[in-house]
């Protein structure tokens, strides 16, 4: 195969109520809100599209890895530790419901929140060296 896959650019995200979670997302996550209508809403968040999609009932993006723990399927980076702290205390500030503060056995540290809905997402203290390069961030 001579192309390759570069990067993610659309990540779709089940929810009941598309103005109430878009409205959370733009107020907890500072998430651009770009489009919305009654079965959808798209948002600029962490240099993506993230897509609100209504559902019929009770849905998340989470599932049940083979301890029997719900699991998250995005995971956020951030640029370092000190980041990741003030993020997680951001987070708390603005009730928005998250996990301590783990270290899970490789670089960095990483904790959960949800959202609205009940979808799992994970953040991480290390941001890629590839979008760093990229970026010049230091």
Request: aromatic share 14%; glycine share 6%.
């Amino acid at each position: 195969m001579r192309e390759k896959l570069y990067r993610v650019g659309t990540t779709y995200i089940p929810v009941a109520d598309v103005e109430k979670s878009s409205d959370w997302y733009v107020t907890k996550l500072d998430a651009e809100l770009s489009y919305k209508d009654q079965d959808k809403a798209i948002l600029n968040l962490a240099e993506q599209s993230i897509f609100l999609v209504k559902t019929n009932g009770k849905q998340t993006s989470n599932f049940i890895d083979f301890n029997g723990r719900e699991h998250f399927s995005l995971t956020f980076e951030v640029n370092g530790l000190q980041a990741l702290e003030n993020m997680h205390r951001d987070f708390m500030q603005k009730n928005i419901k998250v996990g301590d503060i783990e270290n899970r056995g490789h670089s960095g540290r990483n904790f959960v929140f949800y959202d609205l809905e009940g979808n799992l997402f994970d953040v991480w203290s290390e941001l890629s060296p590839t979008f760093k390069e990229k970026y010049h961030i230091l």
